[in-house]
């Protein structure tokens, strides 16, 4: 099983993690702040796989679990075991999804190596010791998750490793794409449970280049992993159940979303409306507040124009929420627009 991972993941056993990669784990900012519900990360491959997970946690801040707080404070007003919590569900949901809704299975790391490795297989001295607990009932997933949550989010834990392994096997090596897992479709994978095109998501996807942007980074190993991806699921993923978006831009991962749940559901909403927008960088303080007006003016035009010509690009973030409404003008609220 070990050898089949591996070669899912690199293309041959004999490959294993970069130390960005070891290091990664969940790490939240600081609770009851303006970003408590906010994950830190990296760049890489890393930071797209937190902040895919970074929407599901947002999801279920705002729309699942029961609260006296409204927008935002739903967000920031949560203590560390709420912050846990979140976790838990967030990477339930993505298992659960990736199992089909029949069955979810969760990696952690044993102190007993449960194979000899063999010549073509190169020793990291952790997947030699994992440990698989599969469960038939998603909230006995979450509540394992949640009992164990210090696996995941403490340092030294290779908490993301154990994300990742455990979506592979929850989806089943056998279900995977054989050529290897591109970015792209790992990241359709934590959003919809498959890699396959055509298959609405709680969380969509955003990216100024239409429709799956450029430039995307692989997991782990380029020369292995060069599966094509279908165009169509930058379409689908557009318009998800719930108003977030994971984001790609400028080869960067962060996270847009709206408070309001019926923001897809009701057109009357998506006349103006508010956004917010977090980047995943330690450098932001706060989260970005956007404000979309989907009207057509015409003495705005010559403005939109303007904007567009040689020297003078909108942001990229202001492109990829065009893809979604076309033309909309974009205010930043004071904040300095992120490129």
């Given at each position: ?5 591996r ?6 056993a ?23 519900y906010?994950l830190e ?5 890393t930071?797209a796989?937190?902040m895919a997970?970074q ?9 699942v679990?029961?609260?006296?707080y409204?927008h935002l ?22 298992l ?7 069955e979810?299975t969760v990696c ?23 440990q698989l607990?599969?469960?038939?009932e ?7 998750i ?11 834990s ?15 090596l ?21 890699a396959?095109p ?27 992993l ?7 699921v ?6 998800p ?5 994971l ?38 303080t ?7 007006d ?9 403005r ?36």
């Amino acid at each position: 099983m070990a050898t089949a991972l591996r070669k899912v993941l690199f293309g041959d056993a004999s490959h294993v993690f970069s130390h960005d990669w070891a290091q990664a784990h969940f790490r939240f900012r600081e609770p009851h702040s303006d970003l408590a519900y906010a994950l830190e990360a990296d760049k890489g491959g890393t930071r797209a796989i937190l902040m895919a997970v970074q929407g599901n946690i947002i999801k279920y801040l705002l729309f699942v679990r029961n609260t006296e707080y409204t927008h935002l404070e739903r967000l920031c007003k949560i203590s560390q075991k709420e912050q846990g919590e979140a976790l838990a569900a967030a990477l339930a949901d993505s298992l659960w999804a990736a199992g089909e809704g029949q069955e979810a299975t969760v990696c952690l790391i044993s102190a007993a190596t449960h194979f000899v490795p063999t010549t073509d297989y190169k020793a990291d001295n952790f997947t030699e010791r994992i440990q698989l607990f599969n469960f038939f009932e998603k909230t006995a997933a979450q509540k394992f998750i949640f009992d164990h949550i210090n696996c995941f989010k403490s340092e030294g834990s290779k908490g993301l490793i154990l994300f990742l392994y455990s979506l592979l096997f929850s989806r089943t090596l056998e279900r995977y794409p054989e050529c290897g897992p591109r970015l792209q479709a790992l990241l359709q994978v934590v959003l919809a449970g498959s890699a396959c095109p055509g298959r609405r998501c709680e969380v969509g996807f955003l990216s100024p280049h239409s429709p799956l942007g450029t430039g995307l980074q692989w997991v782990v190993l380029p020369a292995y992993l060069s599966c094509p991806f279908h165009p169509q699921v930058g379409s689908v993923l557009k318009t998800p159940k719930f108003p977030i978006w994971l984001c790609s831009i400028n080869g960067m991962h962060s996270v847009l979303f709206s408070t309001n749940r019926l923001l897809l559901s009701d057109w009357k909403m998506e006349h103006v409306f508010h956004l917010y927008f977090y980047n995943g960088q330690r450098g932001q303080t706060r989260t970005a507040h956007l404000t979309v007006d989907t009207h057509s003016h015409h003495w705005e035009e010559g403005r939109r124009e303007d904007t567009s010509s040689p020297g003078k690009r909108s942001p990229s973030l202001e492109m990829a929420i065009r893809t979604r409404w076309p033309g909309a003008s974009v205010s930043w609220n004071g904040t300095d627009p992120f490129f």
